[in-house]
């Protein structure tokens, strides 16, 4: 079984959220059945954008890294306090753990910014929300941004907006299991 680790902010947008629980679930019941979800924050207790409360699987001090082979990081609204939590060094810590043991690390939107903070796209390719303050935020943690939707650069994924978020978790999706079972689960779901 795989296991993948959703990784809140105070502020996530939840329909970035919602395509890795989405996709993940319904590859464990019509894909290959190795994938399950769990969700992570600094409290046990976040809002998202827009102020809807969410209770999460596990807090961030609680996670051994080993019992996980994949981070997935949707990206939030600076408004509803996205980079209080994303640029938390306990946040920031868990992404360069992560990084460390060589795993897929998966981020939607301006979810990309606190993987820029972390380190771990230091020197990579990237992307994130296209604007130019976000771009430019990307880039001064050295990472070379590029102008499209879905970068993968050494098991790291970054995406530019919302609309990339299916195609973000079916792409992680055939990381961890195969190009096959992606495109099943995608005819599956419709898309």
Same mark, same amino acid.
């Given at each position: 079984? #795989?296991?993948? %680790? %959703?990784?809140?902010?105070?502020? /996530?947008?939840?329909?970035?959220?919602?395509?890795?629980?989405?996709?993940?679930?319904?590859?464990?019941?019509?894909?290959?059945?190795?994938?399950?979800?769990?969700?992570?924050? !600094?409290?046990?207790?976040?809002? =998202?954008?827009?102020?809807?409360?969410?209770?999460?699987?596990?807090?961030?001090?609680?996670?051994? &890294?080993?019992?996980?082979?994949?981070?997935? &990081?949707?990206?939030? /609204?600076?408004?509803?306090? /996205?980079? #209080?939590?994303?640029?938390?060094?306990?946040? %920031?810590?868990?992404?360069?753990?992560?990084?460390?043991?060589?795993?897929?690390?998966?981020?939607?939107?301006?979810?990309?910014?606190?993987?820029?903070? =972390?380190?771990?796209?230091?020197? #990579?390719?990237?992307?994130?929300?296209?604007?130019?303050?976000?771009?430019?935020? %990307?880039?001064?943690?050295?990472?070379?941004?590029?102008?499209?939707?879905?970068?993968?650069?050494?098991?790291?994924?970054?995406?530019?907006?919302?609309?990339?978020?299916?195609?973000?978790?079916?792409? !992680?999706?055939?990381?961890?299991?195969?190009?096959?079972?992606?495109?099943?689960?995608?005819?599956?779901?419709? /898309?």
């Amino acid at each position: 079984m #795989k296991k993948i %680790l %959703l990784l809140l902010a105070d502020g /996530f947008e939840v329909f970035e959220a919602s395509v890795f629980i989405d996709v993940m679930g319904w590859n464990l019941e019509e894909g290959d059945g190795s994938t399950k979800l769990f969700t992570c924050a !600094l409290r046990k207790e976040i809002k =998202s954008s827009f102020n809807q409360r969410f209770v999460v699987d596990y807090t961030a001090d609680e996670i051994d &890294i080993n019992d996980f082979d994949a981070l997935a &990081i949707p990206g939030g /609204f600076e408004a509803y306090g /996205f980079y #209080k939590d994303a640029y938390n060094e306990q946040f %920031l810590d868990l992404i360069r753990r992560f990084r460390a043991d060589d795993k897929m690390i998966a981020s939607i939107c301006v979810g990309a910014l606190p993987l820029g903070k =972390s380190g771990v796209l230091n020197g #990579k390719n990237g992307t994130t929300y296209d604007s130019p303050i976000r771009r430019e935020a %990307l880039a001064g943690f050295g990472v070379h941004v590029k102008n499209q939707p879905i970068v993968e650069d050494d098991k790291l994924i970054t995406s530019w907006n919302p609309s990339t978020a299916i195609n973000v978790a079916l792409l !992680l999706l055939e990381n961890l299991t195969t190009k096959e079972n992606a495109a099943k689960v995608r005819q599956l779901m419709g /898309f």
